[in-house]
């Protein structure tokens, strides 16, 4: 069972594109360890108040993509993975926000050196 | 998708259905996918409730053939109408009589209505079954029509404006309540309504009608992920007044910052278009509320 996983009905992205990346990044983050159980298409649709259409294509895309494996017949759970595509795993969701970081960075004029600068002072600031 | 007409609860082939001084469909042809949450969607007078009417055989083609079931419409009998659920924007009822009266008047029609679900949504809906019809809100009387429509536990449900009159918490019970058909009887549903963020909640399939005709029929991922609002800067100027892009569905801004509305499936796209400007481009996806108006937009096909 995820811990927690919400839909932005709204924002325009395809929610079982939404719970694939919650997924994903809560199995890179840890917090889904391998083996864990995930919930039946029918109980998560009653969970979110979603097509159960939507859960069973994220489904089927996750277990493509090897992040989930079927066992017991239906049950589906989380996938041991490989180091490599560990790391890929984590390294992807940064990735997309440090691509939307450095789009914003060259249209305010922001210098490679100062932006660089910038990123390393967050990394290094304390939590608030 | 591919599916044959007998797999499809509802078939319009080549359909026109004309009333005097107005045509309300057009050549349309049309295959609803079983098991699939449609959205039916366009303005007012587009041909919507046309549709849904001509689905349940309660009007007919002026030309072409509809199937429901598999069965043409003209032809539609009790084994075909008991397995029919619809309901409509403003039903009409028997007034004087209580609304327990009226549900048991509407069930002894139907062979398998479901006495715990009429129960449970009487109760979850909060329905004073002891009161008239006549005396009823609008509200009141849409949730009625609701109950009446769904409690024979239909496998094609065809549903016309049904939302409009409840209040924002009636219309999250009625979308909880359409999904657990969905999984329960595995039914085909069929909603016309123009509370967008209420259907986005639940559809998997989108047709939009235009004037009475057919300009979309595609599933709801697949819209998605085709629509997208570019923000487009361009540092250093030179941004046209009008972009030539096909996929370019419209745009406001000027030499340096442009807004447009795309829709494009190549992911590509997007980088040859920064390349070519010389700009960055930031990509927002577009909710069904603001695809709406694109989908109107005539003579573009960027598929």
Not at chain 2, 68 to 87: I, K
Not at chain 2, 182 to 209: A, M, P, Q, Y
Request: proline share 6%; net charge neutral.
């Amino acid at each position: 069972m995820p811990p927690l996983l919400v839909i932005d009905y709204h924002n325009g992205v395809p929610a079982y594109r939404q719970l694939m990346d919650q997924i994903k990044f809560q199995v890179a983050a840890g917090m889904l360890s391998v083996g864990t159980e995930m919930a039946s298409t029918r109980a998560l649709s009653a969970e979110l108040s979603l097509n159960p259409m939507t859960i069973s294509k994220a489904y089927s895309l996750l277990e493509r993509e090897g992040v989930l494996e079927r066992r017991r017949g239906q049950t589906l759970v989380i996938r041991a993975a490989t180091t490599a595509d560990r790391e890929t795993n984590k390294l992807n969701p940064l990735r997309q926000h440090l691509a939307a970081a450095a789009v914003m960075a060259r249209q305010l004029g922001i210098s490679r050196v100062q932006a660089l600068r910038l990123f390393r002072e967050t990394l290094n600031s304390p939590p608030p | 998708m591919n599916l044959s007409p007998d797999s499809a609860p509802f078939v319009a082939e080549n359909v026109t259905k004309s009333y005097p001084g107005h045509l309300a469909l057009d050549a349309l042809n049309l295959e609803i996918p079983a098991g699939h949450v449609v959205g039916l969607l366009g303005r007012n007078g587009a041909g919507k409730t046309t549709l849904i009417h001509l689905a349940a055989g309660l009007t007919l083609p002026s030309t072409g053939t509809c199937r429901t079931f598999g069965t043409p419409t003209a032809r539609l009998d009790s084994p075909e109408l008991g397995r029919l659920g619809l309901v409509q924007q403003e039903s009409r009822f028997i007034e004087w009589m209580t609304v327990r009266q009226h549900l048991d008047f509407t069930a002894s029609f139907y062979a398998n209505w479901d006495r715990d679900l009429q129960h449970r949504l009487t109760e979850a809906l909060e329905l004073p079954v002891d009161r008239k019809l006549a005396v009823l809100s609008a509200g009141d009387r849409q949730k009625v029509g609701i109950l009446l429509g769904v409690c024979h536990r239909p496998a094609f449900l065809l549903l016309d404006e049904p939302m409009s009159s409840l209040d924002p918490i009636a219309r999250t019970d009625m979308l909880d309540f359409l999904l657990e058909r969905l999984r329960d009887d595995g039914c085909t549903v069929l909603i016309s309504s123009h509370l967008l963020t209420d259907v986005e909640k639940i559809v998997d399939w989108v047709v939009f009608l235009k004037a009475g005709r057919l300009v979309e029929n595609s599933s709801f991922d697949a819209l998605q992920e085709s629509f997208a609002e570019w923000t487009v800067t361009a540092p250093e100027g030179g941004l046209p007044a009008a972009f030539a892009e096909p996929y370019v569905l419209s745009s406001q801004g000027q030499d340096r910052l442009a807004r447009l509305n795309v829709r494009t499936r190549d992911p590509a796209a997007i980088e040859r278009f920064a390349r070519a400007h010389r700009a960055e481009v930031k990509a927002r996806p577009l909710s069904l509320d603001e695809m709406f108006p694109l989908l109107t937009i005539p003579g573009r096909d960027p598929s």
